[in-house]
């Protein structure tokens, strides 16, 4: 089974701060990475696919990078909307989620 | 307007069974890979398992192999998972998500599973 990483598990940050999320697969699943955000008693919501394209809707200051076992979620600049916990899925083998990453407003 | 409703969940005894319904409207059903994500309360997101456009392809998560069965009615837009022998750890809500390509894009409101005696 394929194991996901993610870190950190929770992030404080203030408004218009460049935020950074990690996650690491424990064998390469190429590109084979989705980004989610969840807000709290919601559903999730697809942000990225395949490691780096913007699902269409999402704003700009999200990106993603990374291939092979190291990835990237980037917020180039955090908005109060964007308080959420964000997960990070591999889909190379079957499917799994990283712990998830909360993030908060300081 | 794509939308997905799940129901028939609720509270059920250790040992037994509960089955999921998924409706799906606003798209063409038969043509997409369908999952069900579930989380159990304040914890992550678990992939539970993933069934192809025809039913051709079916995978569970290890955790559920065995006890739950992924099934879909393309006739009349719908998913299901039969869920037996249900365990406290299966505690969570389910969710339904149709997977496009390589991510889930639309996911229902969810439905809680309380196994409990």
């Known amino acids: 089974d394929i194991q996901m990483t993610q870190s950190p598990s929770s992030l404080s940050a203030s408004v218009g701060d460049r935020v950074t999320i990690t996650c690491q697969a424990s064998?390469?699943?190429?590109?084979?990475l989705n980004w989610y955000q969840q807000k709290p008693g919601k559903a999730p919501k697809l942000l990225i696919y395949?490691?780096?394209n913007l699902e269409t809707g999402v704003p700009s200051r999200f990106s993603g990078s990374g291939s092979g076992t190291d990835f990237t979620f980037t917020i180039s600049s955090l908005q109060p909307e964007d308080i959420a916990t964000y997960y990070c899925?591999?889909?190379?083998?079957?499917?799994?989620f990283g712990q998830g990453t909360k993030l908060e407003i300081k | 307007e794509v939308q997905l409703v799940e129901s028939g969940g609720g509270l059920v005894k250790p040992g037994g069974s509960l089955r999921l319904s998924c409706a799906a409207s606003?798209?063409?059903?038969?043509?997409?890979?369908m999952n069900w994500v579930r989380q159990a309360p304040g914890k992550g997101l678990e992939w539970v398992s993933s069934?192809?456009?025809?039913?051709?392809?079916?995978y569970y998560a290890d955790s559920v192999k065995g006890r739950f069965t992924i099934s879909r009615d393309n006739a009349k837009n719908s998913l299901y998972l039969q869920m037996n022998s249900l365990r406290a750890e299966d505690t969570a809500v389910y969710y339904c998500?149709?997977?496009?390509?390589?991510?889930?894009?639309?996911w229902g409101q969810g439905t809680l599973v309380t196994v409990s005696s």
């Open positions: 899925q591999q889909y190379d083998n079957l499917r799994t």
């Open positions: 998500a149709r997977q496009d390509g390589s991510g889930s894009d639309y």
């Open positions: 064998q390469d699943i190429s590109n084979y």
């Open positions: 069934i192809s456009s025809s039913s051709s392809y079916i």
């Open positions: 606003g798209f063409t059903f038969s043509s997409y890979s």
């Open positions: 395949d490691a780096s």
